[in-house]
């Protein structure tokens, strides 16, 4: 029945072996480069997304030539940017069951606007809990692909993140929360501080927050005398400095 249905459709659309030979040919770690090139162009022409599908999945593999690769994944993502809409639900199920997301989020936030682009992220992340997950990465590539301008609207859910087992997505969430310019995260992170003492990176990146924007530990100044360390200090005026010639 597929097969007369596309026969008297005029053959509109790739069959699905077509779109499996061309997926095997685009993820072939030691195969010709320009093979894999011409098998995600094929997969992009047909404009599916059960092509879109396949072409993310040159996402999934590493060449051996690292600067080719990286090549190739920026030209998938341009390829999908050109498939347009078609790729966007996809993406989404790349992106809620794979581990190297870069590229796919990079696509999506080309191809939608930007407050469709940051609901989007929201809801995914609204998605994962704070606890273990398989993929801690994909949580911190969601929080650093957020723009700043929305802090208002996303701080509360990338908040929750401050408690996450995972040091590099805590520390993605405490960047993005520093970044936005409101005092008022001076004291969760505090909180943060004093909570993370088996957490050297987690205390180290307050620290260094609290440096740049010179932000005071008013309130906290006893307890931060007690656990600060070097290369930081505490300055007479309730400071943070870090010494210098101190890495």
Known sequence: MK????????????????????????????????????????????KTPEAASALLRRFTIQTPQASMDLEEKQYTV????????????????????????TFPVQALGRILSPEEFRKRLLDLLAGFSSGYTRWPQVKTVLIANLPEEAFAEVSDTVARFLKDEDDDVCI???????????????????????????????????????QEKEWPVKGYRKRMEEAIELPFYLTSRGVIKRKTGEP
């Open 172 to 210: 993605a969430a405490i960047d993005y929360l520093a970044a936005g310019e409101d005092e008022s995260m001076r004291e969760t992170l505090l909180e943060l501080f004093f909570d993370s003492e088996d957490r050297p990176r987690v205390r180290g990146r307050i620290l260094a927050h609290f």
């Open 78 to 101: 341009r390829l999908l940017v050109e498939m347009g809409m078609v790729v966007s639900d996809p993406i989404l199920k790349f992106i809620r069951s794979e581990p190297d997301v």
């Open 3 to 46: 097969f007369l249905s596309r026969l008297f459709s005029g053959g509109a659309g790739p069959t699905e072996k077509q779109v499996r030979r061309a997926m095997k040919q685009a993820t072939q770690i030691h195969g010709e480069a320009a093979a894999r090139v011409a098998a995600m162009e094929r997969l992009a022409g047909w």
